[in-house]
């Protein structure tokens, strides 16, 4: 069975503290990783797919890489409009079915 | 446009009444989903649809039903509610060969 992992479920960061997100899962014939930020209240918001082991997307403060077991969320320098809920999801087929992780959710203090 | 839209924003139901919840689009997007998020549970797939009068099962469709009759709108029914069932809804969108997938503002049910 499909399963992805998010750690920590907390994170407590003060601005300008870096610090990584971690999502490992077990998908056999994986076809896409996946990440969306969340805000209370709102429904999730597409940030980042890859693809291969090896592959790296960023956009402004946040970075995702992935390898064959796990993929990670690296975030330089945060400010608090970075907090939120971070939301891993994986997908194994070409409709795109995602199995989402529990989310990491992110408290970046002035 | 306005994206995806979910009807109503709240409900509350009582035990063993039926409502449908609607999502529509207005980006001509192929795919659509239902998902349901709980508290420690995370997004789960429920139904999702690839086209227009297609429909297929998800990770938790026991106690739902869906149809899309339209390309734009997705229909998702409870017939009757049970607690267990009490949640926040959202839908989402997905272009053919795309890899964003699109999610509504969600709805929130609460049945007693």
């Known amino acids: 069975e499909d399963q992805v992992t998010q750690s920590p479920e907390a994170l407590r960061l003060q601005e300008g503290e870096s610090s990584s997100l971690n999502c490992s899962y077990t998908?056999?014939?994986?076809?896409?990783l996946f990440w969306y930020r969340q805000d209370p209240g709102k429904g999730p918001e597409f940030l980042f797919t890859?693809?291969?082991a090896g592959e790296e997307k960023e956009k402004e403060r946040l970075k995702a890489t992935l390898t064959k077991k796990e993929s990670f969320l690296h975030i330089t320098a945060p400010k608090p409009e970075d907090s939120a809920t971070y939301l891993c999801a994986a997908s194994d087929t070409g409709f795109q079915k995602l199995v989402f992780g529990t989310g990491t959710r992110l408290l970046v203090s002035p | 446009n306005a994206g995806v839209t979910q009807t109503p924003k709240f409900r509350v139901l009582k035990t063993g009444q039926s409502m449908t919840l609607l999502c529509a689009q207005d980006?001509?997007?192929?795919?659509m989903y239902w998902y349901r998020q709980d508290p420690g549970m995370g997004l789960r797939l429920i139904h999702y649809?690839?086209?227009?009068?297609?429909?297929a099962k998800g990770e938790v469709p026991d106690g739902y039903n869906v149809s899309r009759l339209k390309k734009q709108n997705f229909l998702l029914g409870l017939e009757s509610a049970a607690p267990s069932q009490t949640s926040v809804y959202f839908c989402a969108t997905l272009m053919g060969g795309g890899n964003e997938q699109f999610f509504g503002p969600g709805t929130r049910l609460t049945v007693l």
């Open positions: 980006m001509n997007h192929e795919y």
């Open positions: 890859l693809y291969s």
């Open positions: 998908v056999s014939g994986l076809r896409g």
């Open positions: 649809s690839v086209g227009e009068g297609t429909t």
